[in-house]
């Protein structure tokens, strides 16, 4: 485990997302993040460093690729109790990352809409972001995850308390919602295209 250095932020309920960064920030946290979440945040004053300068490549097919990158998913991997882990981000220029805070796009609430299309439904098969929380998740010990805004107070104050850290229990709290929400996404496109090969074939 360990205090809380970095932390990477891309989310699409921004609810309280920019009192959050901006707690973090106070901590002495860097914080890395992408597109809208990044805008967001600049514009309420907090400073914040694109992930596309930290990995030393663009956003591309129109924001399909931001995230999925070896200096994003080596400082999330990699474990700090394994020297050789270190020393290969060390060899590689990439900085340990201790914080995911990432929800996924709308996939529900998009086909909920009576008017959906199958490719707007498509697009919102959130692709980087359940890759990061699994990251994240599988390497809990060093690395928080936060998927729920409403976990935001409890992981600010323990971080108050605990000079930048977080506690294991809640650490292993947060690592469980993260695989019962990824669960739940994924079946819901399951659910989502079986009915529409049901539809086809009617």
Same mark, same amino acid.
Request: net charge negative.
């Given at each position: 485990?360990?205090?809380?250095?970095?932390?990477?932020?891309?989310?699409?309920?921004?609810?309280?997302v920019d009192?959050?960064?901006?707690?973090?920030?106070?901590?002495?946290?860097?914080?890395? +993040?992408?597109?809208? =979440?990044?805008?967001?945040?600049?514009?309420?004053?907090?400073?914040?460093?694109?992930?596309?300068?930290?990995?030393?490549?663009?956003?591309?097919?129109?924001?399909?690729?931001?995230?999925?990158?070896?200096?994003?998913?080596?400082?999330?991997?990699?474990?700090?109790?394994?020297?050789?882990?270190?020393?290969?981000?060390?060899?590689?220029?990439?900085?340990?990352?201790?914080m995911v805070?990432?929800?996924?796009?709308?996939?529900?609430?998009?086909? +909920?809409?009576?008017? *959906?299309?199958?490719? #707007?439904?498509? #697009?919102?098969?959130?692709?980087?972001?359940?890759?990061?929380?699994?990251?994240?998740?599988?390497?809990?010990?060093?690395?928080?995850?936060?998927?729920?805004?409403?976990?935001?107070? =409890? *992981?600010?104050?323990?971080?108050?308390?605990?000079?930048?850290? *977080? +506690?294991?229990? =809640?650490?292993?709290?947060?690592?469980?919602? *993260?695989?019962?929400?990824?669960?739940?996404?994924?079946?819901?496109?399951?659910?989502?295209?079986?009915?529409?090969?049901?539809? +086809?074939?009617?």
């Amino acid at each position: 485990m360990g205090k809380i250095r970095r932390a990477i932020i891309s989310v699409s309920d921004k609810t309280g997302v920019d009192d959050f960064a901006r707690a973090l920030s106070d901590l002495g946290v860097e914080i890395l +993040s992408t597109g809208g =979440t990044a805008k967001k945040l600049r514009d309420s004053g907090i400073e914040v460093r694109d992930v596309s300068d930290y990995t030393g490549f663009p956003e591309i097919l129109d924001g399909r690729v931001k995230t999925l990158h070896p200096k994003i998913h080596g400082g999330l991997l990699a474990r700090r109790d394994i020297p050789e882990h270190m020393e290969q981000l060390k060899e590689h220029g990439i900085e340990p990352i201790d914080m995911v805070v990432v929800n996924l796009y709308p996939f529900e609430k998009t086909i +909920s809409k009576p008017d *959906v299309t199958f490719p #707007e439904a498509i #697009e919102n098969i959130d692709i980087g972001g359940p890759t990061m929380i699994r990251a994240a998740a599988k390497n809990f010990e060093s690395v928080v995850v936060i998927v729920d805004p409403g976990d935001y107070d =409890t *992981v600010r104050e323990e971080m108050v308390r605990l000079g930048g850290e *977080v +506690s294991y229990k =809640t650490r292993v709290r947060l690592a469980q919602k *993260v695989f019962a929400l990824t669960s739940r996404y994924d079946a819901a496109i399951a659910g989502y295209l079986q009915k529409t090969i049901e539809e +086809s074939e009617q």
